[in-house]
Each structure stands twice: as C-alpha cells, then as structure tokens.
C-alpha cells in the first residue's frame, strides 16, 4: 500500500496549476458526497479541508505580479479610500501610491538600483511602507531588520546582505554610529516617527548630522531620478525578513513577490469576511514576515484602512481597541488573553470587531474559552480566529475560519496550501489523526535561507509528489475533518534524565486546569541525576495561599499525567516573560535555569 501512495504522489508531480485545481475540485466532490470514490487517509492526497472552499475560489488561479502590482491592481478604482492612518493622518491609496512613485525616484537618485539590497531598520510608519513598495518597483530588496536589536546584531545583518543602503528610525541613530564603519554602507537615511504626524507637540525632531553619508528623509526626497520599472519574475527572492532571534543570530528569509502575493490571495478565497473600506489595526512591526505578509500587504492589497502603530505597548492594546474599532487585528494569545481580564473593557461593545487573530504562540484550551466567552459578552459575533504558520512560509499556512473553529485547534490550510503530518525527519506521512511533524507545501514556501543552503536542505525537502515541503519542526495532528492541532515543537520535547520523553504542551494543558492558575511555562530543568521538568506558574491576583494551590496542581498532574510527566520543581513567579513579539520566552526560563545547574554542579 505505501508504495502504490508513493507511485500515485509521484503521479502528481506534473499536473499544471490548472489541473491540480481540477483535481481539487473532484476531491472536495468525494468529501462531500458528490463523488463516490476511495480516499487514502492521507491528508497531503485527500486534503479534507477543500469541503470548506467555494468552487469558484477553488478554480482561481494565483496572480503572477510583482507585490507593488498587486496593490496597485487591487486599489487602481478606489484610489479615494484611506489607505492608512497614522497618529489621526489619513492617507488615501492615490496619496499612497504617489509616495511609493516619488519614493522610488528618489532610491534611484541615491544611486539603488535592480538587485541591491537596501536594509530597512524601521518601525510601522507611512515611510516604512513607502520604502518596501517602492524597492520592489525598481527591482531591489528590502532587508528588514528589527531596531530594537542590538547594535553588533544590526551591524551582522547589514553586512551579511552587503547593503550599501541604509534606512533606519532616528533612535537608532547612535547604535548606526558606533557601527558603520564597520561595514560597506554607503548612504544612511534617519527617519523620524514623526515626518508624517500632521500636527507635532513636545516630540523631539530628527537630530541627525547631516554630511555625504548620513541624510534625514526631507533631505532624501529632494533628488529624483526615473529609473526602469522592475518586472515580475518567478521565483525572484524579492524581500528579505528575519526569524525572530531569541537564540542566537536571526536568520534571513528570502520571500517572493509569490509568497507574499499568495497570503493575500489565499485569505481573500476563503470565508473570513475581509473586504474594501474595513479598518484593520496594524500592531505587528514590518520586519516580521507575520507583520509584512499578513498585517501590512494583506490588509493594504484588500483596499482596508490600516491604522500604524510604531510602537506597540501590549499595556495599552485596551486603548486602542477602544479608540480604533477595528474590523480586524491580528497579535498573539497574551494580547487577548489580558484584554479579556481587562476591568476598563467590561462594558464595552465589541461588535465592530469581526476577525481577532492571534497566531505566533498557542493558547491553552481554558484560556480559549475564556476569551471566546468575553467575545460572545460583549457582542462580538466571532470566536479568537487562531492560525499557524512560520515565518519560512510567510507567516501563515492554517487559519481558523468562521466553519472550522475547533477548541485549541489552529484551523484548516489556506485554500492553495497542503499539509501533512510525517514521521519526524522523514518523508513517511501518517494518517488520520497520529501525531508526527507538521510539513507545509504550497505557494507561501520561502525561497531558502539567506547564504544558507545546508540549512535550507535541512528545512525544505523534496518529496516523492515533486513539491518543496518546509519541515516545521512542530508536531500535530490532523483530522478526518481537515481540522490541524500542533501539540508542540519537536525542540521542545524533553528526553528525562532516564530517556523518558516528556511534551511540555500536554503537561502544560492539565497545570492550566487548576482553578487559581493564571499561565504556565514547562521547561527544562536539572537535578543531581540530569534533565527533569520544571513548571513556572503564574497565579491569578485572587489567591491567597500559593501552597495550598500548588498541592491542587499536583494532585492535578497525578490524576492527569504518566508519573514521569509530572514536574519535579514547581514555582510561582509574578508574569511570564515575554519575547518582543508577544510570545512566551521559554528560552529566557530555560537559561535562568541553565545557570542554576551550574551551580548545583560547582556546589
């Protein structure tokens, strides 16, 4: 039977865009009974989830445009609309694509041409977005990188690309400084938050000493050169973003204009309701592939509103809330998970608010529910829309949608993505509802690591199908239904001291069951004999008695848990530490820990 699975995948191999589209639409027939037929209980050949999609946008074809065109083609007859807002400016897609126009004349004056990758170290601001669409209409490419890294992590990042060009946020003009010289950079522009406020009180201006390398943005879009219009080509690496860096150097990731073109496409084909003049608040930073793909050319190329937050404060995700209404917003579980125990939003009507994604992180199932009924409370009519992805594949390949929203399940694949689940490190797919590794093929796959072919070979592998599949390194399962689950990441696993392997998600679940427990972090932890578990608890603001609730955590965990699941170390600490993006820092946990071993070793 595997072999004759492995004849029938290879089979596929040359079927055109077209007639793979055909084919799906004869695979939705046989999962909704139109059909009558045999399935392989595989998910990678039946796809399940097809019965969710439309058959016209199961027959789309995906556009073959530069991301700049795709805006444009998207906005070209609605160029009156607000295309962004920032800090009370409205700026409408005529006056956007203006901007874009004069922006890339202006790179061709400094002398950026087709192929040179020009390092953008920015904040969410119109000149941020300007800047990426103008690049990719003269051919070159953007290397985002994060401003709050630090100054050696910028200087490597810079130099990695050989970027002769520089456009950085004013604050951090003084890491540029100590750094520059070190690399090739040629020309540095310094953007300040406020070159588009339309009305400045009490905020500092960009000080930047200007000479023949450094130059504010005023000065830069003095000069205008025409330059030749980049064309679209297939499989063309047009962006270059970062995976998040908590451990160690960032890496680069190459996306196409296909990539990022194709997460528009494919939440535009499903049935979330996402359409023209709706306001979409942006607080993912631009640098991020979930921020560039998914919360700015995703809402922009739909013709939305997208409001800019710079600077994001989770502090005040309330305010913002309160003060934008948005249709749409797109964070982490930690973002709705303190909205939903916020006092100010108790009597708030949240009915404007259509699509609250959160992606990046997974939520326990209590803290779900918990958020789902502060939705349903306050007249929002849809559950926490979770998604998967990476930023390997454009930051999304899964996404919960108004039909398929199942407890602690991530959703369905996007309409052109296949997912599957495999034996770990291996090509051998698993059926129905058996955990393995999640591998995502489709047409969000990146390009490769940036100067880094042994990893990409390691993460992207040719299949028996012929397709490019990223092995994720998280385990899930799938459904009969479609419906993806991820239990965890394969890293994550900790082999005890006995090799017993434990999952810190599973142990995670039942330690969140206990009345009183606000979050929990599992992580590694050490003893005389070697690895053991240890499991970091916040407690919610009511209890009294953190001895009596850790005795009912662990009655929990006997009650729940295989004997050596259970943590040997427990402890209670105010918050969870957090990454820049919102997620939980196992990492930060995992050090703190790694150090206490080395004490116990000394000792």
């Not at 996306?255 to 359409?275: E, R, W």
């Not at 993460?459 to 419906?483: A, M, P």
Request: aromatic share 10%; with cysteine.
């Amino acid at each position: 039977m595997e072999d004759y699975l492995n004849d029938y995948k290879e089979s596929l191999k040359d079927l055109t865009e077209e007639q793979t589209n055909e084919r799906n639409l004869y695979l939705k027939g046989l999962q909704t009974g139109l059909y009558y037929g045999p399935t392989t209980g595989l998910s990678s050949i039946d796809k399940p989830w097809l019965k969710y999609f439309k058959n016209e946008s199961i027959l789309k074809t995906m556009p073959r445009i530069t991301i700049y065109n795709y805006l444009y083609e998207s906005n070209k007859n609605s160029q009156l609309s607000i295309a962004l807002e920032y800090f009370g400016r409205k700026i409408t897609y005529f006056e956007l694509f203006r901007k874009i126009e004069k922006t890339a004349k202006n790179f061709s004056a400094l002398g950026v041409k087709k192929g040179d990758i020009v390092t953008i170290c920015m904040p969410s601001t119109p000149e941020t977005i300007y800047s990426i669409y103008a690049l990719n209409k003269i051919g070159a490419i953007p290397n985002l990188i994060d401003p709050r890294y630090s100054e050696d992590m910028i200087k490597d990042l810079i130099v990695e690309a050989n970027s002769k060009y520089l456009l950085t946020i004013d604050l951090c003009n003084e890491k540029i400084n100590k750094i520059e010289r070190e690399t090739n950079l040629e020309k540095i522009i310094s953007v300040s938050a406020t070159n588009s406020v339309p009305i400045i009180r009490h905020i500092k201006k960009n000080n930047v000493v200007e000479n023949e390398k450094w130059m504010n943005w005023t000065t830069f879009t003095k000069k205008e050169s025409t330059y030749e219009e980049n064309e679209y080509v297939q499989g063309k690496f047009s962006v270059l973003v970062h995976t998040g860096g908590t451990t160690g150097k960032p890496k680069g990731i190459m996306l196409t204009d296909d990539n990022i073109n194709s997460i528009v496409f494919q939440y535009k084909n499903g049935d979330i309701a996402l359409s023209k003049k709706q306001t979409f608040l942006d607080i993912i930073p631009p640098f991020a592939a979930y921020g560039i793909c998914s919360s700015t050319h995703m809402p922009l190329s739909l013709g939305m509103k997208t409001i800019l937050i710079p600077k994001f404060n989770p502090n005040e995700f309330d305010k913002l809330i309160l003060k934008h209404k948005p249709t749409h917003v797109l964070g982490v579980p930690s973002f709705w998970e303190n909205l939903s125990k916020n006092p100010a939003m108790a009597n708030v009507d949240l009915s404007f608010l259509r699509s609250p994604g959160s992606g990046g992180d997974g939520i326990l199932a209590s803290s779900e529910e918990k958020v789902n009924e502060f939705f349903k409370s306050h007249n929002s009519s849809s559950k926490l829309i979770k998604g998967y992805g990476m930023s390997e594949v454009s930051s999304s390949a899964c996404t919960c949608t108004t039909s398929a929203n199942e407890l602690t399940s991530v959703g369905i694949p996007l309409i052109k993505t296949t997912i599957g689940i495999f034996e770990p490190n291996t090509t051998n797919e698993l059926g129905y509802n058996s955990s393995g590794e999640i591998c995502i093929t489709g047409p969000s796959v990146m390009n490769g690591y940036f100067n880094n072919e042994s990893l990409t070979n390691k993460t992207i592998k040719t299949h028996s199908d012929g397709l490019k599949w990223v092995h994720t390194g998280d385990l899930g399962y799938i459904t009969e239904n479609g419906i993806l689950y991820v239990t965890g990441r394969i890293k994550r696993m900790i082999v005890r001291y006995d090799g017993f392997k434990m999952y810190p998600t599973a142990i995670e679940e039942v330690i969140s069951r206990t009345p009183g427990i606000e979050s929990v972090a599992v992580v590694k932890s050490y003893n005389e004999l070697g690895n053991i578990v240890k499991a970091f608890m916040v407690a919610n603001k009511n209890v009294k008695d953190l001895d009596l609730l850790e005795s009912e955590v662990l009655k929990n965990c006997k009650l729940y848990l295989a004997e050596r699941s259970i943590p040997e170390k427990f402890e209670f600490i105010d918050e969870l530490p957090l990454t820049n993006l919102g997620k939980i820092n196992y990492d930060e946990l995992e050090n703190r820990e790694f150090s206490n071993k080395k004490v116990l070793k000394n000792s």
